[in-house]
DNA sequence: TTGTATGCGTTATCAG
DNA sequence: CTGATAACGCATACAA
């Protein structure tokens, strides 16, 4: 392939000053910035990206890490959007990505998973869906080698940022809409809630408790722990006592909602994350729609932001409610 | 970070020797590959890939070439399976991945796409789900710059393999055994096609012919290009007068399959692909069982064949027939 | 404003 | 069997 070694003969100057004018140095003549230009096109000239990564020691290239659950729908759905939406924008950002999952990690040491980093010249990582706390992430994290944003998991330092979601928040608003929607005289409400330790569990729960509070119906707490059949089989002992299910997730709340279905009741059903998938449940149901493509792109903003020397933070993004039609989503 | 000249330093030897050793090159004393496995063990070493990439020009890198359209149920999730596979699979071979989408390099012409690969030293390309003749990946194969596997597309030359369903085969054993499952007297059978150009379309159709003599239904063929909502509205059309609807593809399938529900209509649907959202589309289905991930995973192994310096090939996955229930995909 | 020289961490070709 | 040494393509400190 073509050098920049061409590159400078062609246009009769030195490696250097190509060098220099690809990178926008200040002072370089608009003469030789052209003629450097005209060889470059003429040779259709494209930077070797290793050369440049070994020799300035920044190779601008993040590592997106997903929890990978194939077959689980909704979980594709979502972990699609974080790549595309991270795909994109680092395309748009000139950084360069590569995909990983937890599972190819699991067997490995927190240092070795550094060594690996360093061994791919990684700068950056993004981490998505780290539902608990895990020993090796949380070591990484606290390392500071790498630059990191942690999508939907509280934790931050000098060089690592969040992007968060206001959960207690959402999971407030989504049922309360869905409990003043379908008003009675005095409801039952059940909520079905992810695991007991993960990171939104706790606050989304604290979001129903506010709630329950405020508007005094009979709340009946049970754990799904994030699983569609957990949800339908607990959505199938309380079909008949109580009125209105609330869950802390879409995907249990499809599998509340097709539960009740097949037994033939009705009551209110609504979920939180806004899959598509919520189309397909047989029923619409109110959601918390969370923009995961967006926060993908923030995130791979906030890589840059950080990669420039920034301080790590908290971004709250916003969310939305909605309610998912099927005809509305195959147009 | 370490480098290979310390663990020279650290083992006593020379640098090329670690090279060597690293390489399991021949000729080396089991005493000197001791000491510098020793030496690479104490110091965590971990080559850096860039250099070896820069030195050694060749990289082990393959790029995933996308066809996304994200907000699409069924294509998040056969596009995850795709994904999911090549990762997991070139991790076992050693291969480095990057994902590209198709919206990414639409403006490119085939020399600047041609420049952009090279750049990041990309070996070897998979593309996925090429629907129809594309005029920038028919150059790229025909350049032979790459090695290249195309999943679903059956173009193949010296460097280039193809992956590939039995088309006609699948699509005649699902439309049989749906058929032949419902029989009555005389039955009308609709088949619903994908886009007329698509490399699919002809053979799947090709299928139904045969089954047709085969059988002596009566045939109506109708195209609903790959749109669910297209499917939704000509299996409305024809909802009275026909028996059977046989879908070329598992989402229009489900299109079929939603509006007969909604117009309280009862006729037997059968699909294409065996995507998991056919659970939710509120009636079984069969449909033909395309092991997307695995063929991924083939499609990596078929790149590292290439990359042996092994010839293309047209290689014919096996398929089989399923009917998806919602109870046993969420166990 | 431009050019020279050195180094980044490997691989690979030769000598020894 | 092992060790110098020259690339690989680019960035950058320093000279000019």
Redesign the interface.
């Known amino acids: 392939?073509t050098s920049i070694k061409d590159v400078a003969k062609e246009a009769g100057v030195s490696i250097s000053t190509v060098s220099k004018v690809l990178k926008n140095y200040p002072r370089i003549s608009e003469d030789t910035k052209k003629k450097v230009h005209k060889a470059i096109k003429k040779l259709?000239y494209?930077?070797?990206?290793?050369?440049a990564?070994?020799s300035s020691k920044r190779?601008g290239r993040v590592a997106l890490l997903l929890n990978?659950r194939?077959?689980r729908?909704a979980i594709?759905?979502i972990?699609?959007?974080y790549?595309?939406g991270a795909?994109?924008e680092a395309?748009k950002e000139k950084l360069?990505?590569?995909?990983?999952?937890f599972?190819?990690i699991e067997d490995m040491s927190t240092?070795e998973l550094i060594?690996?980093f360093?061994?791919?010249?990684i700068e950056g990582i993004i981490v998505y869906g780290l539902e608990k706390e895990n020993e090796v992430i949380s070591a990484l994290v606290e390392s500071r080698e790498f630059k990191m944003v942690m999508v939907d998991a509280p934790m931050v330092n000098e060089c690592t940022s969040c992007i968060w979601v206001d959960q207690a928040k959402a999971q407030y608003e989504v049922a309360k809409k869905t409990i003043t929607e379908n008003l009675g005289p005095k409801e039952q409400v059940l909520y079905i809630t992810g695991d007991e330790d993960a990171f939104v569990t706790k606050e989304r729960l604290a979001g129903m408790m506010k709630l329950q509070k405020e508007l005094g119906f009979v709340l009946t707490v049970e754990c799904g722990g994030f699983?569609?059949?957990k949800a339908?089989e607990i959505a199938i002992k309380h079909a008949r006592d109580v009125d209105i299910i609330v869950c802390a997730t879409d995907c249990m709340a499809?599998?509340a909602m097709?539960a009740l279905i097949d037994e033939d009741v009705f009551h209110p059903v609504c979920g939180f994350g806004g899959v598509?998938?919520m189309a397909?449940?047989?029923k619409q149901m109110n959601t918390v729609s969370i923009h995961f493509?967006d926060n993908s792109a923030e995130a791979v903003r906030e890589i840059g932001r950080l990669l420039q020397g920034e301080e790590g933070r908290k971004i709250i993004t916003s969310h939305n409610l909605t309610k998912l039609q099927?005809l509305d989503?195959?147009?």
Chains 1, 2 share one sequence.
Do not use: C, W
């Open positions: 392939m259709h494209v930077p070797n990206a290793a050369a990564t070994l190779s990978l194939t077959g729908q594709d759905e972990d699609m959007q790549i595309a795909i994109e395309s360069d990505v590569i995909t990983l999952f599972s190819m240092r060594d690996y360093y061994s791919q010249s699983s569609e059949l339908r499809i599998g097709k598509a998938l397909y449940a047989g493509k099927y989503l195959i147009k």
